[in-house]
């Protein structure tokens, strides 16, 4: 890996402020298609993604999560499903959310994960939000992607553990 490609990987930091305006649609599609080039488990693609970018919906979230400013005012939210009969479902999700992120600071993007999205489209008390979203039956929620365009520096690396490697040659 080049100096510039690891750099690149090093620019993908949570980005916790967003401008307010929307993102453009090719830089949607380019996040989109990294999310669909995914590694996946004997390539199920397992994976469904909502993307919301009605403030009002983005709102109501927040609200009934109890929750206010959750999504820091990012104008995209992403919500991340996976198919609950497939071999690895949370699994080829969160790696396809992976690459959302790095594809996002490809182009000038920032995201956030955010995790109360699982808690929310996953209770039963708010069944109807999936429908809603056109999530097909059978997905469960594993979370979120706050996806805007950057109204910060992007943040030094907090601290990393290097103690998490073992070495058997
Ligand atoms: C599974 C998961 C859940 C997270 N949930 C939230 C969240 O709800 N809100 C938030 O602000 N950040 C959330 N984060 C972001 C982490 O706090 C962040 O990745 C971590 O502090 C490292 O910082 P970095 O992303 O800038 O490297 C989450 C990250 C992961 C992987």
Same mark, same amino acid.
């Given at each position: 890996?080049?100096?510039?490609?690891?750099?690149?990987?090093?620019?993908?930091?949570?980005?916790?402020?967003?401008?307010?305006?929307?993102?453009?649609? !090719?830089?949607?599609? #380019?996040? &989109?298609?990294?999310?669909? %080039?995914? /590694?996946?488990? $004997?390539?199920?693609? @397992?994976?469904?993604?909502?993307?919301?970018?009605?403030?009002?919906?983005?709102?109501?979230?927040?609200?009934?999560?109890?929750?206010?400013?959750?999504?820091?005012?990012?104008?995209?939210?992403?919500?991340?499903?996976?198919? !609950?009969?497939?071999? #690895?479902? &949370?699994?080829?999700?969160? %790696?396809? /959310?992976?690459? $959302?992120?790095?594809? @996002?600071?490809?182009?000038?993007?920032?995201?956030?994960?955010?995790?109360?999205?699982?808690?929310?489209?996953?209770?039963?008390?708010?069944?109807?939000?999936?429908?809603?979203?056109?999530?097909?039956?059978?997905?469960?929620?594993?979370?979120?992607? #706050?996806?805007?365009?950057?109204?910060?520096?992007?943040?030094?690396?907090?601290?990393?553990?290097?103690?998490?490697?073992?070495?058997?040659?």
């Amino acid at each position: 890996m080049s100096k510039e490609e690891l750099d690149f990987l090093k620019r993908r930091r949570s980005i916790r402020r967003f401008l307010p305006e929307q993102i453009q649609p !090719e830089q949607l599609k #380019a996040i &989109e298609e990294a999310a669909v %080039l995914s /590694a996946s488990a $004997m390539n199920e693609q @397992a994976w469904f993604f909502a993307v919301i970018q009605r403030e009002d919906i983005i709102e109501q979230l927040e609200e009934l999560a109890d929750s206010e400013g959750a999504f820091y005012g990012a104008r995209t939210v992403i919500v991340l499903f996976g198919k !609950e009969d497939a071999i #690895a479902p &949370e699994t080829d999700t969160i %790696l396809a /959310a992976a690459d $959302m992120m790095h594809a @996002a600071v490809a182009v000038n993007l920032g995201t956030c994960f955010i995790y109360l999205a699982k808690k929310l489209f996953n209770d039963p008390r708010y069944s109807q939000l999936k429908a809603a979203c056109g999530v097909p039956e059978g997905y469960t929620c594993y979370g979120s992607l #706050a996806v805007g365009i950057p109204d910060q520096e992007i943040p030094k690396p907090s601290k990393r553990r290097y103690d998490v490697f073992s070495y058997i040659r």
